[in-house]
């Protein structure tokens, strides 16, 4: 991306009754918004409606309405596929479908068969700027690209297998968030048909990193630590971001006293990283940091509050101190989270605490490209599973999607100015910041009033949080030492959390 610096099933006979606890969660039944939504396709599934006895399963609807978003997010891009990536400076970006892959197959030296981060690149940028499991995802789908024909031909095979390989990733996100919430599958659905997701998922790589971060997290919900670990590790060494997810869980894991489990995380993530790091480190070291260097020295760019500082300010703030204040302001939102977690009513669910921390990360810092929000759509339909909660936040992301593309078509359409000025930019920032804010603050609310938590009023305590899932507290600070009556009123019955509560055979519907 361009700098700123530059179907019902059968009825026959009533559902078997389950064990107390076993029973799927029905979103239909729970959010009105998603009541609402299913009356495309019918209502909800009445009371009598046998279920799981199809191929129809929640997860497999959830792939396939994944996909096929994602294939629409495709067709998005075909004015671009077919002549603006490749003529004309504006129009990739008046049609809304830029993307990085065709544009960085010849300028990262894949059209000539450089290898990444050992051979030296021609021009500005001298070695690959991605960390290395992306590079190595980026040149294994080199490999598969026909090297005959022109370059826009090339070109255009690059985009198509990187789209191939990154629409695996996407199913696989959708399978992972399916999954890690055992009686929530169709929570899924919320990845699966994300506008922001399907617009945003070919422009970059970030997918591969997003799945190895969502795998990682049903691997710990399934309460296998190691294993946890070592994707995560694996994520970290496609994009910096998945690191971040271990801040959280230290204090988790401190205030429930699972010192064993986190090590094994840790351990496993440290080792996964160096596993893929470490021999090109060894043998290009130079080549291998330009992600980090290239991170440092790289100025206030898109979609951060302090481009709207630079762009309004005779003295605009300098990239040395944008950098000390952005980690500084990181570190207090860490400790904040901290803070939160270890004197919260109930300790606070682990996807929560992920999602607050990425989200801190992104709104703290000096640049959001647009397929960031890739990063949060899993963690936030794990920490908030509300559709109304999310498509607010969707909202703001497609407006910032639509807005910075209009921008660029403004900036780059020369005196006839096709497109949006920087203040209406400006303002297109300022809504995706409110709109990650504002399902950031409903998060709090839910970790400090647990009643008002949609997964928790089901019964659960945290079906993403594997040994911590029902674990005692060992350590706790201020109020949370002492156990609450209420957090605050809320109209509604109290939970016994990780104590289903029984449900009637005739009160069961989708």
């Known amino acids: 991306m361009p700098s700123a610096e530059m179907t019902p099933a059968s009825v026959h006979e009533p559902e078997p009754v389950r064990p107390a606890g076993a029973e799927p969660v029905r979103p239909t039944r729970e959010d009105e918004v998603a009541a609402a939504g299913s009356e495309l396709i019918g209502g909800p599934i009445g009371r009598r409606a046998l279920l799981g006895?199809?191929?129809?399963?929640?997860?497999?609807?959830?792939?396939?309405?994944?996909?096929?978003?994602?294939?629409?997010?495709?067709f998005q891009k075909a004015p671009c596929y077919h002549s603006a990536w490749f003529f004309g400076a504006s129009s990739q970006y008046t049609h809304a479908c830029y993307s990085d892959i065709p544009h960085l197959y010849q300028g990262r030296g894949f059209a000539d068969g450089l290898v990444p981060y050992f051979d030296k690149l021609p021009g500005d940028m001298d070695y690959l700027e991605y960390p290395v499991l992306t590079g190595v995802f980026m040149e294994v789908a080199a490999w598969l690209t026909p090297g005959s024909g022109t370059i826009q031909h090339q070109e255009q095979w690059y985009w198509f297998v990187n789209a191939g390989m990154l629409m695996a990733c996407a199913a696989a996100i959708a399978v992972c968030v399916a999954r890690t919430h055992r009686r929530r599958p169709w929570d899924g659905l919320l990845v699966a048909l994300a506008p922001a997701f399907a617009l945003t998922a070919?422009?970059?790589?970030?997918?591969?990193?997003?799945?190895?971060?969502?795998?990682?997290?049903?691997?710990?919900?399934?309460?296998?630590?190691?294993?946890?670990?070592?994707?995560l590790g694996l994520a970290t060494a496609a994009k910096l971001y998945p690191v971040f997810l271990l801040g959280p869980l230290l204090v988790l894991c401190w205030r429930a006293g699972k010192w064993r489990e986190f090590f094994q995380a840790v351990?496993?993530?440290?080792?996964?990283?160096?596993?893929?790091?470490?021999?090109?480190?060894?043998?290009?070291?130079?080549?291998?940091?330009?992600?980090?260097?290239?991170?440092?020295?790289?100025?206030?760019?898109?979609?951060?509050?302090?481009?709207?500082?630079?762009?309004?300010?005779?003295?605009?703030?300098?990239t040395d101190f944008v950098n000390t204040a952005a980690t500084v302001l990181v570190v207090l939102c860490f400790l904040g989270i901290a803070a939160l977690t270890l004197t919260a009513p109930r300790r606070p669910r682990f996807a929560q605490l992920a999602f607050l921390m990425v989200a801190a990360f992104i709104v703290t810092n000096k640049v959001y490209s647009p397929q960031y929000v890739l990063w949060l759509v899993p963690l936030a339909v794990l920490a908030r599973p509300k559709w109304r909660d999310f498509l607010i936040w969707q909202a703001c992301e497609v407006a910032y999607f639509l807005g910075i593309w209009m921008y660029l078509a403004y900036t780059t359409s020369g005196d006839a100015?096709?497109?949006?000025?920087?203040?209406?930019?400006?303002?297109?920032?300022?809504?995706?910041?409110?709109?990650?804010?504002?399902?950031?603050?409903?998060v709090v609310r839910d970790i400090l009033m647990p009643e008002r938590d949609v997964v928790r009023r089901s019964g659960d305590d945290d079906p993403s949080g594997g040994v911590l899932d029902g674990a005692e507290d060992v350590f706790v600070l201020g109020a949370a030492a002492h156990p609450p009556r209420h957090a605050a009123h809320f109209d509604a019955p109290r939970v016994d959390w990780g104590r289903p509560e029984p449900s009637s055979h005739e009160d069961r519907s989708l």
């Open 53 to 74: 006895t199809t191929w129809w399963t929640p997860v497999r609807v959830v792939v396939l309405v994944a996909i096929g978003m994602f294939a629409l997010g495709l």
């Open 267 to 318: 351990g496993g993530a440290v080792v996964a990283w160096l596993v893929v790091n470490l021999p090109v480190m060894l043998f290009a070291f130079q080549g291998w940091s330009k992600f980090y260097t290239f991170s440092h020295d790289r100025g206030v760019d898109f979609g951060s509050f302090w481009l709207i500082w630079a762009q309004n300010s005779s003295n605009p703030p300098t």
């Open 417 to 442: 100015h096709k497109g949006l000025p920087t203040q209406g930019y400006q303002w297109a920032i300022a809504l995706h910041l409110l709109g990650t804010l504002y399902l950031c603050a409903v």
């Open 202 to 231: 070919t422009i970059n790589w970030d997918l591969l990193a997003v799945a190895l971060t969502a795998a990682a997290m049903l691997m710990w919900a399934r309460g296998r630590p190691l294993a946890f670990g070592v994707l």
